[in-house]
C-alpha cells in the first residue's frame, strides 16, 4: 500500500478512456452516500472523497466490463466501483499513518487533519460501508473478502522484509499480493467471468512498478515522494536491481540519513533496467487482454495510459 497518489493526478486519463458518464454516476453516488453517513465521520469523509480522486481502480472496472460485453456499465458494475473505492481509500489512510505522512492530493492527509483516533474509525466505517454497498451480491463480497486478506497479509510480509537484501523476484511477489490484488480484483468486478483476471494483476504490477520509478525520478536528496520507502527500507523496483551491488545492499539494510543520499544515487542509477521491467510487463499485461477479451481496445490504451504515466 505505498503512496500511489503521484500518478493518479492527471486528469485527462477519464475523457481519454471515454467514461466520462459512468465516472460522473460514480462521483455522484459517492456524493450521495455522505450525505447519509454517521454524523461523527461526515467532515472526514467528506475531506477524504470530494478531493478529486482519479478513480484509476474504478476505470479498471469499466475497461474489463465493457472488453467483455459491449454497450452501458451497469448498475452492479458501478456499485462494485464504489465499493472498491472505499476499500482503495481505507489502505490510503491506514498508509498515511504508518508512513507518517502528513499530506495526501496536495493537503493534510486524514491522520494529520482529524487524529489518528478518528483517521482509524473512520477506515473500518469504509470497510463496513463498502459491504453494505453489496451485501446482496455473494460474488462481490467474496472478491471484497479476497481483497482484505491479501492486502493485509501483503502489509505485514512488506513490512516483516524491510531491509533485507533481496530480488526482483521477491519485489514482484509483493506488487502482485499488494496493489495487483486491487487491480485484480477490479478486473472480475468488470467481467464476472474471471478471463480478464490475470490482465487485472499484471496492470497492477505494472501500476506499482511505475509508482516506485517515478517516486525515485522524483527525488532529490529524497525530497520526493520515495523518501519514506527509503527510509524504511523498503522493496521497490529500483531497489530489488540496486542492491545487487555487496555496497549498496549493505546501505539498505541500515538505512540512515547518512546513506540517504547514496541509496537516492544508486536508485537512480538503475532507472534505465527498471525501464526496461517496465515493458516486460506491459507486453505480458497487452498479451492477456488480446488473448481474453472480444475487444481489448480501452484494456490496452488502459496499459498504455499506465505505462505513460510511469515517464512523467
Known sequence: MNNQDNIERADWIVPELGFEAETERLRRMIAEWITGVKPEMADALQWQFLSGSKYFRPLTVFCCAEAIEAGPIDDRA??????????????????DI???SDERRGKASMHHKFGELKALM???????????????DPAVIELLSELMTRLGAAEVKQWDERCRPLGVEDWRVLAREDTGSMFEV???????????????QLLGI??????????????????????????????TLPAALA???????????????????????????VLPEAEAELDKIVDAAIGESEANSEDPTKLIDLVTLTRNLGRE
Request: net charge negative.
Open 78 to 95: 458501478i456499485r462494485g466501483a464504489m465499493s472498491l473505492e472505499l476499500l482503495h481509500n481505507m489502505t490510503l489512510v491506514v498508509d
Open 98 to 100: 504508518l508512513d507518517r
Open 122 to 136: 473512520t477506515s473500518g466505517y469504509m470497510v463496513a460501508e463498502a459491504y453494505r454497498m453489496v451485501k446482496y
Open 186 to 200: 477490479a478486473a472480475c468486478l468488470g467481467d464476472p467471468t474471471g478471463q480478464l483476471r490475470k490482465f487485472g
Open 206 to 235: 505494472l501500476y506499482h512498478a511505475c509508482d516506485d520509478v517515478s517516486d525515485v525520478r522524483g527525488t532529490s536528496a529524497l525530497g520526493g515522494g520515495g523518501d519514506e520507502d527509503v527510509r524504511d527500507g523498503i522493496l
Open 243 to 269: 542492491i545487487r551491488d555487496p555496497y549498496v545492499a549493505e546501505m539498505f539494510a541500515d538505512p540512515n540519513e547518512s546513506n540517504y543520499d547514496d541509496l537516492a544515487s544508486a536508485f537512480r542509477a
